[in-house]
Nanobody, 124 residues
Framework: QVQLVESGGGLVQAGSSLTLSCVASGRTFSSYTMGWFRQAPGKEREFVAAIGWSGGITNYADSAKGRFTISRDNAKNTVYLKMNSLKPEDTAVYYC?????????????????WGQGTQVTVSS
């Protein structure tokens, strides 16, 4: 079992930066691929970014490329999502997720564990 707790969301202006954190319980954090997803009101949950167990491999949605950076600190059981140049369309609840699949998959179906989400609101 893995429990995930996100933090770092908030209300920011367009063009600002924000860093989300997700702390995982358990001693096997380093064996999981970690992902970030988001869900805007009335829309399906969508992939944002994923990072392999060692941190050496990352994968991003087109909407995140060049603006967002995913990273992890296995010693702290934490995965981060640094978001720069935020836009109003980035407004959503952001979820952290974990999968034992050894690839940085974009598919929600592969992620077994989910956090409760943290709200990010970007004003124009």
């Amino acid at each position: 079992q893995v429990q995930l707790v996100e933090s770092g969301g908030g209300l920011v202006q367009a063009g600002s930066s924000l860093t989300l954190s997700c702390v995982a319980s358990g001693r096997t954090f380093s064996s999981y691929t970690m992902g970030w997803f988001r869900q805007a009101p009335g829309k399906e949950r969508e992939f944002v970014a994923a990072i392999g167990w060692s941190g050496g491999i990352t994968n991003y949605a087109d909407s995140a490329k060049g603006r967002f950076t995913i990273s992890r600190d296995n010693a702290k059981n934490t995965v981060y999502l640094k978001m720069n140049s935020l836009k109003p369309e980035d407004t959503a609840v952001y979820y952290c997720a974990a999968t034992s699949t050894p690839i940085t998959t974009m598919s929600r179906a592969f992620y077994s564990y989910w956090g409760q989400g943290t709200q990010v609101t970007v004003s124009s």
